[in-house]
């Protein structure tokens, strides 16, 4: 479907998966839900949006809320935008704001094994933590309960948020050489 925002073309979005099932009321789209193996890719407008480069994304389930601009991506969760990757159990979009917000969620059926909140930028290791919130405008983000390596160590925090792609601010942290939690 075509993106628009006050008559104004602002990009298109195309998803697949195996099941998607459209909601409307009064002759309006109000919601589309993927089930299976749901995935997408949004190409923005980028003489007309502050997002610059495609966003691909999949889930379990993928549930759009049109008027709200909000997406809910469910199991198995994963963002791809420039050179960033965010995967989570679940990802929640905020399409006005640009925010993403990820949580971790339990996911199988016999084996039930948690997909807690990764975040890599780059060549960069990896983020982990309980919660994150990232701005795909901004390319800045905050981490809770976090932990990274970093050349020589390895660092555990309450609170990382980004400045840059090199810069990190850290409340309550720990650093240490040890692996060992």
Same mark, same amino acid.
């Given at each position: 479907?075509?993106?628009?925002?006050?008559? $104004?073309? &602002?990009?298109?979005?195309?998803?697949?998966?195996?099941?998607?099932?459209? &909601?409307?009321?009064? &002759?309006? $789209?109000?919601?589309?839900?993927?089930?299976?193996?749901?995935?997408?890719?949004?190409?923005?407008?980028?003489?007309?949006?502050? @997002?610059?480069?495609?966003?691909?994304?999949?889930?379990?389930?993928?549930?759009?809320?049109?008027?709200?601009?909000?997406?809910? $991506?469910?199991?198995?969760?994963?963002?791809?935008?420039?050179?960033?990757?965010?995967?989570?159990?679940?990802?929640?979009?905020?399409? &006005?704001?640009? $925010?993403?917000?990820?949580?971790?969620?339990?996911?199988?059926?016999?084996?039930?094994?948690? @997909?807690?909140?990764?975040?890599?930028?780059?060549?960069?290791?990896?983020?982990?933590?309980?919660?994150?919130?990232?701005?795909?405008?901004?390319?800045?983000?905050? @981490?809770?309960?976090?932990?990274?390596?970093?050349?020589?160590?390895?660092?555990?925090?309450?609170? @990382?948020?980004?400045?840059?792609?090199?810069?990190?601010?850290?409340?309550?942290?720990?650093?240490?050489?040890?692996?060992?939690?």
């Amino acid at each position: 479907y075509h993106v628009f925002d006050d008559s $104004l073309f &602002q990009g298109i979005n195309t998803t697949s998966g195996d099941t998607i099932s459209l &909601q409307f009321v009064d &002759q309006e $789209l109000q919601r589309i839900l993927v089930l299976g193996g749901a995935r997408g890719t949004y190409s923005p407008d980028t003489s007309r949006s502050d @997002i610059e480069s495609d966003i691909e994304y999949s889930a379990q389930t993928i549930n759009y809320f049109i008027p709200k601009e909000t997406t809910m $991506l469910i199991s198995e969760a994963q963002v791809d935008y420039d050179d960033v990757s965010l995967s989570a159990g679940y990802i929640g979009v905020n399409w &006005q704001s640009n $925010l993403l917000d990820a949580l971790p969620i339990a996911v199988g059926d016999t084996t039930s094994r948690e @997909i807690t909140p990764t975040l890599k930028e780059g060549d960069q290791e990896p983020i982990i933590g309980d919660k994150m919130q990232y701005n795909l405008q901004t390319e800045r983000g905050k @981490i809770l309960h976090g932990k990274t390596i970093a050349e020589d160590g390895y660092y555990t925090s309450q609170d @990382i948020r980004n400045e840059s792609k090199k810069v990190f601010y850290m409340k309550k942290s720990v650093y240490t050489t040890c692996s060992l939690d």
